[in-house]
């Protein structure tokens, strides 16, 4: 398969039409808004709709995060009322069942999403609504914090039975109340000085509290004694004791707590549109990209032009929607020009497609150039195969896999994912046997060779695979050449890499199987001297001037140090493939310990071993999944991709809760369903 041929989709429509073709262009799924700069507008671009729309959007917003936060406390009470019933403590029981976790996008029709965009004001009133509650709550929550400060503040004079406002001076005398907050207080630097004075004192919970009775004269000098000493003037002037006030803030708190319980209640009536008010979050969201991409289009006071993309497998299909819709609109599709910048959609079997994520990771494929990823496909299932080496491993992953993905939904990253780590199980399991890896069992015969016996076939092999690959590569990088009608570069730019390869490979196949076969000795001699011959006279053939080709063809053999850099990158797939059956070995010999107890070690055994093997299942996955995916973007898509595409985005598509059903079907989309309804 390769990248889709796309059509360039040109609609001249009146003015009061564009809202009715952004409408059913946003419901088929399949167009791409594009802004015109072939001419400018006589009419100003409207941006206060998008931003009226998106403050819509944002009371949305809020009311969802308002409701889920109201879920959150919910869900808490009711946990903490069953442990308090449980204790036996005499709670009032709270019943509630919260809301569903889950990140897979509801999926609606076209004449849902027309349902909620009508329920859209009538359910705006209720966020609304919610935003009074949140407001009001807020507000209780500080002023009963301000009052839970002011019981605090009160605390220390809760015995005297005084009210403040009765601590005054007569016409002789001064009355203080005063306060330390530490244990370690000195009021002898008052009684012990020449200073007549009373004091009395009153009990606190912390630190020491008394009132001073002095002369009006000697005021001023006691207090001064009295600040020396840590005590600090207490300056309350409420005509009420300090039981008296800390009990109507108390009374006060409740009065609140009660209000804020009531306002909670009510909130929990909104949970019911939780819901709905994602997927009027959704349409907002939709709505404000159709305006955004009719302020891209070319408009007049009565009409207008608009641009975008389509494939070309179901151009006609659009435009007949946008025909039956709006009879009077004139449509015209055309290929890619010259300067266009057409998206990137990528049509690959099934089995192909969930291995776009890890190309889509790197960088997609620009618009024409050729698709890797049937390709790259097969090396990342076959190496990842090879680095778990475990067919007990690769069982697990298969069948994991396949469960996971018929009994749960997952959003299209993960789902894909989830597949190639199923389809690569089937992998793993032909490598364990091949290898003889069943769970790292030692004694399991292997059909081929152990590695962990022999290493260094193993060895071989992880840098076979990576020439094979690399090769291949090279491989692709003259097709590219020839595509773009560069013959002489797609042969001289790739033959005497390869032929370097295959000189080396004679050698060290003379060398290494003991052959002692001088004439296959001299004969990769002889490719390897010609080979760097090539090099030297072509590498620099781009190059303008004869000392740029001549400068170009030695930078040429000096490539070739990457080359063997690059092939060597692959002895990753030795080392993983290595690391695991030793820690797999290593985990078993441990479990053997508890084996030798009877009845209950085997029981020991395997508590012991399941969890170990399982957190080196999971090291092996991840490792296996990120090194392979380096090799594949370093030394596989470095010989002949270039990338930078950009994937399509359909109009309507960047939704976060919910996933519009599209009104037309791509052809791979198609067949998904037809297998799928042969299947029931």
């Known amino acids: 398969m390769a990248v889709a041929k796309m059509n360039k989709l040109r609609l ?9 073709v952004l409408d059913t262009l946003a419901k088929s799924g399949v167009f791409e808004a594009s802004r015109s700069d072939r001419a400018q507008s006589s009419e100003p671009t409207d941006f206060s709709r998008v931003d009226r729309i998106l403050s819509r959007k944002l009371k949305a917003a809020f009311a969802i995060d308002y409701l889920a936060q109201t879920d959150r406390e919910a869900t808490a009470l009711a946990s903490a009322r069953k442990k308090l019933i449980k204790r036996g403590v005499d709670a009032e029981p709270f019943e509630y069942k919260p809301l569903k976790k889950g990140s897979v996008r509801r999926l609606i029709d076209a004449e849902t999403m027309d349902e909620i965009t009508a329920g859209e004001y009538e359910l705006l009133a209720k966020a609304d609504e919610l935003e009074k509650i949140s407001f009001r709550r807020a507000e209780i929550k500080t002023e009963t914090a301000k009052l839970e400060y002011r019981i605090a503040s009160l605390k220390p004079y809760e015995k005297l039975d005084l009210k403040f406002s009765e601590i005054t001076d007569t016409k002789t005398t001064s009355r203080v109340l005063v306060y330390c907050e530490a244990y370690t207080s000195n009021m002898s630097r008052l009684t012990d000085s020449d200073i007549p004075c009373a004091v009395i004192s009153y009990p606190t919970l912390r630190g020491s509290l008394a009132l001073v009775v002095t002369l009006k004269s000697d005021k001023e000098k006691a207090c001064e004694l009295l600040s ?5 003037v207490v300056n309350i002037k409420d005509d009420d004791t300090a039981a008296e006030m800390i009990k109507a803030c108390e009374d006060k708190i409740a009065e609140l707590k009660k209000e804020s319980y009531e306002l909670f209640s009510s909130a929990l009536e909104y949970i019911k549109y939780f819901d709905d008010f994602k997927a009027v979050y959704d349409t907002l969201g939709i709505d404000a990209e159709k305006a955004r991409a009719a302020n891209g289009f070319i408009r007049t006071e009565r009409t207008f032009l608009l641009e975008g993309w389509v494939p070309e497998s179901v151009a006609e299909e659009v435009v007949g929607d946008i025909k039956e819709r709006t009879p009077n609109v004139c449509a015209f599709l055309s290929e890619p020009e010259e300067g266009d910048c057409p998206p990137t959609l990528v049509d690959n079997p099934p089995l192909i497609a969930p291995f776009e994520e890890v190309t889509n990771l790197y960088s997609p494929p620009a618009y024409g150039e ?8 097969v090396f990342f299932f076959i190496f990842y195969g090879v680095m778990m080496a475990d067919a007990g491993y690769g069982f697990i992953m298969t069948v994991a896999a396949v469960i996971a993905l018929k009994c749960f939904k997952f959003e299209k990253g993960m789902k894909s994912i989830i597949a190639i780590i199923g389809i690569s199980g089937i992998s793993a399991i032909v ?16 059909l081929w060779f152990n590695p962990i016996q022999q290493p260094l076939p193993m060895f ?8 094979v690959q690399i090769v291949f590569g090279y491989g692709l990088y003259a097709v590219k050449m020839f595509r773009q009608k560069k013959y002489f ?6 033959l005497f890499k390869i032929t370097v390869i295959i000189g080396v490979l004679l050698i060290l196949l003379n060398m290494l199987a003991g052959l002692d076969n001088d004439a296959l000795n001299l004969a990769g001699i002889i490719i390897l001297i010609a080979s760097f011959v090539g090099i030297i006279a072509t590498a620099g053939h781009a190059k303008p001037t004869v000392m740029g080709k001549i400068a170009g063809g030695f930078a040429g053999l000096y490539d070739l140090v990457n080359l063997v850099s690059d092939i060597l990158s692959y002895a990753r797939i030795f080392g993983l493939a290595l690391a695991s059956a030793a820690i797999a070995l290593a985990f078993n010999t441990l479990g053997a310990m508890f084996f030798g107890i009877p009845v209950i070690g ?9 969890p170990l093997h399982a957190v080196n299942l999971g090291l092996g996955l991840l490792s296996g999944y990120i090194h392979n995916a380096r090799l594949q973007f370093i030394e596989f898509y470095g010989k002949f991709y270039d990338g930078l595409g950009r994937l399509f985005n359909p109009l309507g598509c960047g939704t976060k809760y919910i996933r519009l059903n599209p009104t037309v079907k791509l052809p791979r989309e198609r067949k998904k369903k037809k297998t799928a309804e042969n299947a029931a």
């Open 431 to 446: 490598w364990g046997l091949l290898l003889g890896g069943v769970f790292g069992i030692d004694g399991i015969p292997a």
């Open 489 to 494: 570069a797609g042969i001289v730019d790739v």
């Open 460 to 467: 071989g092999l992880s840098l076979g695979l990576g020439v």
């Open 12 to 20: 001249i429509g009146l003015a009061d039409e564009c809202d009715k």
């Open 370 to 377: 050729l698709d890797p990823n049937p390709f790259m496909a």
């Open 228 to 232: 020396s000493g840590g005590y600090g």
């Open 602 to 610: 085997y029981v020991i055994g395997a508590i012991v071993l399941v």
